[in-house]
Each structure stands twice: as C-alpha cells, then as structure tokens.
C-alpha cells in the first residue's frame, strides 16, 4: 500500500507523519487489496485552529473518501480511520456474501445435472 501524506500550509513534524502511517498500516486488517492512501492535512480556520483530514483510500473497483474536523490532527485521522473501518468491512461483507451466493448457485446447478 502506498501511503502520501500531503499538508497544506505548513509542514508536519516526523512524529506526526509517523503516526498517521502505523494508523492507516492498521487498515491492511480489515481489507488486503488497498492500493493507495492519500492523507490531507489542512487548517480549516486558522483563528479557531480547526484541524482537518481528508483521507482518500483506493481499492479495486472502489475509492472511499472521508473528511473529518476537530482541534487536533491526531483526533482527526484517528477519527477518519474508523469511519474507513467501517466501510472496508461494510464492502469486505458484500464480497463475501456474493462469494456464497455464487457458490451456492454452482451447487445447485451441480445437483440439477445429476
């Protein structure tokens, strides 16, 4: 998986660009066939200091995107991270699902034949 981090208007320190890549590494548990990861970090209001992530994931066949805010980068990626969870195993389930109804079809066709 190929994991860019891009910030805009500043620059991130080491240890942020450290821990976004073990949390979006921790993605790899839920879906294998991640091909590429976008990280973007901006400043939504620079006088509240509103933080932003975007993160953009690509998959065969499929791209998630999702956007969160808060007063931290940390709570942010933290936070797009579970919502990217939730939709790896949302897609990871209808492959799956697909997958037995195929294979069930197959079955059934096998036993008419005979």
Excluded at 29 to 41: A, G, K, P, S, W
Excluded at 71 to 85: G, N, P, T
Excluded at 96 to 114: P, Q, T
Aim: hydrophobic residues 35%; contains cysteine.
């Amino acid at each position: 998986m190929n994991i860019r981090i891009t910030s805009r208007k500043f620059k991130a320190k080491d240890s942020l660009k450290d821990f976004i890549k073990d949390e979006v590494k921790s993605l790899e548990r839920y879906f294998d066939e991640i091909l590429d990861c976008n990280v973007i970090l901006s400043f939504t209001h620079m006088k509240d200091s509103i933080k932003t992530a975007e993160i953009i994931v690509k998959l065969p066949g499929h791209t998630i995107s999702v956007e969160v805010s808060t007063d931290e980068f940390e709570k942010s990626v933290s936070q797009a991270v579970e919502k990217i969870q939730k939709q790896l195993i949302k897609i990871k389930t209808k492959r799956v699902d697909k997958k037995k109804v195929a294979s069930k079809r197959l079955k059934v066709k096998e036993i008419n034949e005979d």
